[in-house]
């Protein structure tokens, strides 16, 4: 559960359809969790040369954006594959919330699911934060979930969620609890459907 | 599972197949930590009974193969997996969608699921794809029409006489590419080609159940009065062989096209997206991407997996050399089955290409089957993503006769300019 209100850092990261393989490459997935380092291996093959030395140029490795709680991106970032494994990977890095211009339709769903906040802003907007950032690295970034506002720099910026993914991310039920009070009409629903569509049961071969 | 329980085992399957191995199947997996996920796969079987698809399950193979195959996915039925190709089941009328572990264990719990509505586009094509090019070359043309973010969080409805031709399997790769033009799903209406495909499949609805569902299916079609947010409509008369240049399946560019200059991009985040495309591609503008030599050849994944694909694969590699290592993996079992049957696998296996077991094996780059840093791959696969098939790994997307006729001549070129089963 997140609070309504979110401050920190912000680091930004250029380009279009950044998909969930480079955010974290296919080799890295199936660890658990816990064990699976996918804070660094976040980004890995852009940040790490091949004998694991690190990049410095990248922006998730440089130190002026050390402890950032904004990821700060592009139209349609997390394209690609659904697999949660990038949104653990910039959570376990330390991001808290990333705004873009658009996300990719799984990543998105996922986001809200697992707390990382996925906020939608126009491309202006999106260049005018990144610009504020590079210019002053410790800008500090308002997130404000209650009035859907971002706010940087004295300039108030409106952002875009869906109201579920904002219900989820600030309330303390789950997907699991909310449907629980939609039972009664689940089952409903269900009596009718098995009777009309009987074929729809599969056959096990 | 949170102490939850499933709530219609009869209706869920697991199916193993990024993890499945690609060779030596008899050892299982080699991997420690694949080997856990096996075992924690037959617990979750024996403890909810879900019927396991392991990788030594006959029936095994890529779920978007396996699930049209075995009559799992019918049309009309919503279709959720773990995948982001779930689009493919569009191919058969189905609305296959792809969740993540949330999502999942909450279907498994109530057969329902919190979801944005998808917002629909229609895409009409006419006309009939030309002879020599195929379902891949027609829906890597869509995605370069509409964009890599053209699909963004709708439905694209497929119509028109261009689709209608098509087989079953061709839809089902048409369907397959509209993930990677950001749609959640993609859906082709379902008619009597539809019903033949699925008629008498193993999960399918037999008697008078079969009948029921014949009624219904037969009423679902693109409505009159929908509303969609976009309509496209074109004509594949002109399509060519297309191949992808960059690292999103919207760079692409038909075989007798050059590299594009980045200053032609429509706009300036474009035009920088293709400069480090270029860069990772380690490719120069203005070059015709016809003559580029290739280190290897990859033909199957969900995409291009299935046995009209390998036909196709094999009509251009019969009684030829490949010159370049390559690997060819059925997306299913039965489809393996099915191609040994027709010596396909003597095709592939006498012209020096390996030809390994079901599964997605080197379309993602795990495990047992990587593009080595540096080296081109010609793939029948859905992305030439940076890293896609390994780190460091330059994928150019193409069809299936395409890629095998980089095998044999070790770079692209255009299929229709060689003769089909050897011909000098």
């Known amino acids: 559960m997140k609070s309504l209100m979110i401050v920190g850092k912000g680091v930004p990261l250029d380009g279009q359809n950044i998909d969930t393989d480079q955010i974290i490459p296919g080799r890295f997935v199936y660890a658990p969790r816990e064990t699976g380092e996918f804070g660094h291996h976040l980004f890995h093959d852009q940040r790490y040369l ?14 002026r954006h050390a402890g950032a709680s904004f990821l700060i991106a592009e139209e349609n970032f997390g394209a690609g594959s659904a697999r949660p494994q990038a949104v653990w990977a910039i959570q376990d890095y330390g991001i808290e919330v990333v705004l873009a211009v658009s996300f990719g339709g799984v990543f998105r769903s996922n986001s809200s699911r697992l707390d990382l906040v996925p906020a939608i802003m126009k491309r202006e907007e999106i260049l005018f934060v990144k610009a504020k950032v590079r210019e002053d690295p410790e800008v500090e970034i308002r997130l404000d979930l209650r009035n859907l506002t971002v706010s940087v720099d004295q300039e108030n910026l409106g952002i875009e969620m869906n109201k579920l993914d904002v219900f989820r991310l600030t309330s303390s039920l789950d997907d699991l609890a909310l449907t629980k009070r939609y039972g009664r009409e689940i089952q409903e629903f269900e009596r009718d459907y098995v009777e009309r569509f009987s074929w729809a049961s599969l056959r096990k071969s | 599972m949170r102490g939850l329980v499933v709530k219609t085992p009869a209706t869920k399957y697991a199916m193993v197949s990024h993890l499945a191995p690609t060779f030596n199947r008899a050892a299982g997996a080699t991997d420690p930590e694949i080997n ?51 689009t493919t089941h569009g191919g058969v009328g189905a609305l296959g969608f792809s969740v993540g572990y949330e999502e999942t264990i909450h279907i498994l719990a109530h057969d329902a699921v919190w979801s944005y509505a998808m917002l629909p586009i229609l895409i009409e094509i006419w006309d009939e794809v030309p002879f020599g090019m195929s379902p891949k070359d027609l829906s890597l043309d869509v995605v370069r029409r509409i964009g890599a973010n053209g699909g963004l969080n709708c439905c694209v409805e497929f119509a028109g006489s261009a689709v209608s031709r098509l087989s079953v399997e061709g839809r089902m790769t048409l369907c397959n590419l509209m993930v990677e033009a950001g749609a959640r799903a993609a859906i082709v209406a379902p008619d009597d080609k539809t019903m033949d495909y699925l008629h008498d499949r193993p999960s399918a609805p037999r008697d008078q159940d ?25 004509s594949a008369a002109d399509l060519e062989p297309l191949v992808s240049w960059g690292t999103t399946t919207e760079h692409v560019i038909p075989v007798t096209g050059v590299v594009p200059e980045p200053s032609t991009a429509p706009t300036d985040a474009a035009a920088g997206d293709w400069r480090t495309a270029l860069d990772y591609m380690g490719l120069q503008p203005g070059r015709p991407i016809e003559g580029l030599p290739m280190d290897q050849v990859f033909i199957g994944s969900c995409t291009n997996g299935r046995i009209e694909d390998l036909r196709a694969a094999a009509a251009v590699l019969k009684n030829r050399q490949a010159v370049i290592p390559g690997l060819v993996v059925p997306g299913s079992t039965p489809v393996k089955k099915q191609a040994e049957c027709e010596g396909l696998d003597r ?15 080197m379309c993602f780059g795990h495990h047992d089957s990587i593009v080595p840093p540096g080296q081109r791959c010609a793939s029948t696969t859905n992305r030439s993503f940076p890293g896609r098939q390994g780190p460091g790994s330059r994928t150019h997307l193409m069809s299936p006769a395409m890629a095998a006729a980089a095998a044999v001549s070790g770079r692209i070129v255009d299929v229709r300019k060689i003769k089909p089963e050897g011909q000098a």
């Open chain 2, 347 to 361: 095709i592939f296996l006498n012209s020096g290409l390996q030809w390994g077991e079901a599964g997605c094996s």
């Open chain 1, 50 to 63: 091949d004998n694991g030395e690190t990049i410095s140029t990248h922006p998730l490795n440089d130190a």
């Open chain 2, 210 to 234: 079969w009948d029921k569902a014949l009624e219904y299916w037969r009423g679902l079609t693109v409505d009159s009065d929908a509303e969609f947010l976009r309509r496209y409509s074109f």
């Open chain 2, 36 to 86: 856990t996920i096996f075992r924690l796969l037959e617990q979750f079987e024996a403890e909810y009974g879900i019927d396991l698809l392991h990788y030594n399950d006959p029936r095994q193979g890529i779920y978007h193969v396996v699930g049209p195959e075995q009559g799992i996915t019918l049309p009309g039925l919503l279709v959720a997996g773990t995948d982001s190709h779930m």
